[in-house]
C-alpha cells in the first residue's frame, strides 16, 4: 500500500498541510546538503537546522490530524486532538435530547396509568350509584359472599 503524507486525507491547500510538506522538503534538503559536506561546524548548524525543521514538521503534522479519543463498542471515536473543543455546542446540546425523551415519555406514561386508575374509579362508582341497591349493601360482608358464590 502506497503511503502518503498526511496532504491526502486533508485538504491539501490548507496552511498546515502546506507546512508538513515544506518542513518535509526542508528536512530532506538539508539531510541531503549534511551528507555532502565535510566542513563539522557547517555540519553542525545544518544538523542543528534539521531537528527544528523536524519539530516543526511533527507539531504541523499533530496539528493536522484527528486523534483517537477513545473507542466505543468496537468503533473508533475521533477528536480534534489535545486542548481543541472539536465538538460544536449545539451537538453537545444534542446528546442531551434523548434524556429529554427518555423523561418525557416516563412523564406521559405515568400521566396514562394515572387516568386509567381515576378512569376505573369513576367507571365503579357510577355502576355503584346507577344500580338499584343503595351503597350500603355493598359494605355489607354478607352481599360480597353472594356475589363470590357462583350462579347455577
Same mark, same amino acid.
Request: no cysteine.
Given at each position: 500500500m502506497n !503511503? *502518503?503524507?498526511s496532504s491526502a486525507l486533508f485538504n491539501p491547500n490548507s496552511p498546515e498541510s502546506v507546512q508538513t510538506r515544506v518542513g518535509m522538503?526542508?528536512?530532506?534538503a538539508l *539531510? =541531503?546538503?549534511q @551528507? =555532502?559536506?565535510?566542513?563539522?561546524?557547517?555540519?553542525?548548524?545544518l544538523s542543528f537546522a534539521r531537528e527544528q525543521a523536524m519539530v516543526a514538521a511533527r507539531k504541523a503534522?499533530?496539528?493536522?490530524?484527528? #486523534?483517537? @479519543? &477513545?473507542s466505543a463498542g468496537g468503533a473508533a471515536v475521533?477528536?480534534? &486532538?489535545?486542548g481543541t473543543d472539536a465538538t460544536p455546542w449545539w451537538l453537545r446540546l444534542g446528546s442531551l435530547v434523548p434524556l429529554a425523551v427518555l423523561l418525557a415519555g416516563l412523564m406521559l406514561i405515568d400521566n396514562h396509568y394515572t387516568r386509567a386508575q381515576i378512569d376505573a374509579a369513576v367507571d365503579v362508582d357510577a355502576a355503584i350509584l346507577?344500580?338499584?341497591?343503595p351503597p350500603e349493601a355493598y359494605r355489607d360482608r354478607g352481599f360480597? =359472599?353472594? @356475589? !363470590?358464590? #357462583?350462579?347455577?
Open positions: !503511503k *502518503t503524507p522538503r526542508l528536512a530532506a *539531510t =541531503e546538503h @551528507l =555532502e559536506t565535510p566542513n563539522p561546524d557547517i555540519d553542525a548548524r503534522q499533530r496539528a493536522v490530524a484527528p #486523534s483517537l @479519543l &477513545g475521533l477528536g480534534g &486532538g489535545p346507577a344500580d338499584d341497591l360480597v =359472599e353472594f @356475589l !363470590k358464590t #357462583s350462579r347455577p
